[in-house]
């Protein structure tokens, strides 16, 4: 950059620091005001004069986005015939930079959302490349309100245009823990033949981050014996100052072998041309974004950063064209050139096919039942009992050993009662009451408690921590998981230490199965799976065990997931949950009933391929409400606009301005809005100036704002892990959820990086894909209703939108509906303190 380009980026900074924040803080509200239903008619009689104004003749979808739609020409195609080309040079070619397009156009199309014509769909449907898919006409009034955006700023659907709307497979989705994540993430590194391209919002030094360290020494050594390099592309988001000058700062080999880091050096990963990237647009364009292209034939979108927590979290596996929109993003958001170039850049995945389908054991991981081969749960849509997609039976949540009469063989698929049969005999060998201890010994829950760091701190002094905490709040938005500072954890049996339990090595029970037995699963074994005395050996960090495709590693997680002797079903999930945060805690929850057992892989059988897009935003630094009118946030509110029964809202956080009064207005037209949130998440964080305020803060507004009638077509629940009666606040960081998806009438998803928070609306980068398919949506309700106990335990009361027991007393250790008139200095103060790590976690 140039000394005035320099002195540009200074004094735009401190203009937003010290002119445009201050502003905004005094201006901008947590929440509109809302007008209760019976309020309404007297505001609209004052109201009724005023005329809407009549539409304009032609497609809201202006020409000139039509026409780029339809290009031939892509950022991904220029670096074909050009690989030295930075992505950057090749968008300002293709797009002119970041100029806004046809105001006049934005404001019609927003005037006019609900007057989609029949022509504006099939315009819709031509800005699109679906291949031998036909989308439905819900998805097209989405993805036309999507488009309709890219007049306001071409720049920010992160996508070129014409790769927008596509088509593509879904093998595998996930709903579990980091660790599961970070296994499937390994292991399609190892299996890489050329590249990966690695992003995540933040990256620290941890359990998470060896699953990926460990398979780039695994990759490098396989590549070396084929006589191969590859090329590895990781960018993340650690605040430095250095992004000021440079948003897109090359991060020098001294600086990620660091503590926090800890990548490999280079002559450990001999065969890897490693090249790392921190982007952040100040002052709040977080790089928010978590995914991974591999090869240019594969693609995974999630929600986690590579960190450690206690988060359940969803990840997608991706293939089919959808993987050349996916990777064409992740050229635009690296944005400088690259050294050396991507190897696939001439390679498209819509000629590489669909290798996970191509392997004939994908379908053989299904028995004639439709459940995962040596298991009872039923994850094949097509075998599942036919059922109402959302219904739930509310359980007392004080009663951890209540169980339903009702047997298994005449059990609520819905609801998943527990069974006499299931309480009384657990899988193994119940009668060795010692066996228990094994693992999964277990302490009471209280107060005091503190869990696990997941960062390796060790080796850090406090200063270091407070720095790290520090750029971690900046870059996550997340004040909730970060390190503390105080004494290590309290209770914790002998065999749950760290030191016991590896890095997260595995716990004692499955320390004596582990051997030197080959890496790769026979087939025989994922047909037949052996019974709990031979188990799969787990992958771990301490002992990777690396399979070749993806019906091995489905089998290898539901074995690790299964009980061991002497354990129940439950009691098993909560090892599983407890992994390298929590080990001891405990779970309270009933045994579930067999055809209820937690499956953290969910595998999509063989299916052609279905309409995806690509509904995205790009970062926007001023710290204000500006940034609004973009793809993901048009989607999410036609979502609540066209949607003709239901929608599925699950997030840690759910207080966007502009969302709120949609949901209302959906329950009160008699749409069923199901919203799925984690108890105080960030609660410190979204009490500061610009935010929307605590989830409990809005549920309670939403509740009391609602008509009767409208009250009872909003379900809100606190989420409550698999293993638990009650939801547990987010600063005890024992059970939280961190998923981001939307679910549309049963068939459309909404898949990726964003929340529904003012961070993630107004200013993080974030990418999303909108899928319309009812086979796969249909396997995300069933697994997200399987592996939570969220309906079980966690509605709202629907007078007044708080949870409270079955004895009537609301949730330990939360701010409640009211934090107060300074809420904001809690607020700053909280914030601080989990900078210095000494908060109350």
Known sequence: MTFYQ?????????????????????????????????????????????KEPERKPGAMISDKVYKLCTSQETVSSLLAKDPTMAPGDAWKQLYGGHAAGEKESKNEARRHRDTITPEDLQRALECGKWGSSQPSELFLKMYHDALCTLDNSVSNCMVSPPLMG?????????????????????????????????????????????????????????????????????????????????????????????KAVALPAAEDIPNIDLQVMNYHRPMLGTFHCKYMVVDRKFAVLQSNNIQDNDNMEMMTHLEGPIVDSLYDMALISWHKKFEPPLPSHNSPAVQGGLRSFENKGHNEIFDQNGAIRGHSAVVHPERM????????????????????????????????????????????????????????????????QNTHPGFEVQDLKTTEIMAENARAIATTGDAEHVVHTKDGPKNVPENGTLAQHGVNGPDMETQEFLSNGTQVIPQSQIEHPSPSGNLLLEHTTDDPHYDEDIAGEVARVQTAVSPKNGETRVEAVTRHLNHTKNPGFKGNAPDCAPQEEMTPYIPHPIHEPFPI??????????????????????????????????????????????????IINACERGIDVYCYICLGYNDTGELLPMQGGTNEMIAHKMYTTLSDAGKQHLHYFFYVGKDQTTPLVAKKKLRDCHIKVMIVDEHIGIQGNGNQDTQSWFHSQEINVMIDSAMVCKGWIDGLRRNQNTHLYGEVGKSDGIWRDDRGEEAKDVIGVDPGRFSWAKGFLGAINRVRGTGDF
């Open 385 to 448: 009992q036919a059922q109402s997609a959302y219904s739930y039976e509310p359980r007392a949540s004080n009663q951890p050993g209540y169980m339903h009469p009702e047997s298994t063989a005449n059990g609520n698929v819905a609801t998943g009662p527990s069974t006499t049969e299931s309480i009384t005999h657990p899988v193994g060998n119940s009668d060795n009451v010692e066996d228990l201890s094994n693992g999964v010994r277990q302490v009471q829950l209280n107060g005091d």
């Open 613 to 662: 897009a690509m509904v995205c935003r790009e970062p926007y630094g001023s710290p204000n409400h500006s940034s609004v009118y973009n793809p993901q946030n048009e989607v999410w509110l036609s979502a609540l606009r066209n949607a003709t029964k239901n929608v599925f809202i699950q997030s840690p956080t759910l207080n966007a301005e502009p969302l709120v009064p949609e």
């Open 6 to 50: 320099n002195l540009e980026a200074i004094v735009t900074l401190f203009i937003q620091l010290f002119v445009i924040f201050p502003y905004s803080a005094l201006t901008i509200q947590r929440q509109r005001e809302l007008i209760p239903k019976d309020k309404q008619s007297i505001e609209h009689t004052a109201h009724s004069e005023e």
């Open 166 to 258: 596509s088509s593509g497979v879904m093998p595998l989705s996930v709903i579990s823990v980091v660790p599961d994540i970070m296994r499937h993430m390994s292991n399609l590194i190892v299996r890489a033949e050329k590249e990966v391209i690695l992003a995540t919002n933040y990256w620290q030094n941890s359990v998470a981050s060896k699953y990926i360290t460990n398979a780039m020494r695994e990759l490098s050594k396989r590549a070396g014996e084929r006589g191969e390099r590859i090329v590895f592309k990781l960018q993340y988001d650690r605040g430095s100052a250095k992004q000021l000058l440079d948003n897109h700062y090359f991060v020098p080999e001294k600086e990620y072998l660091g």
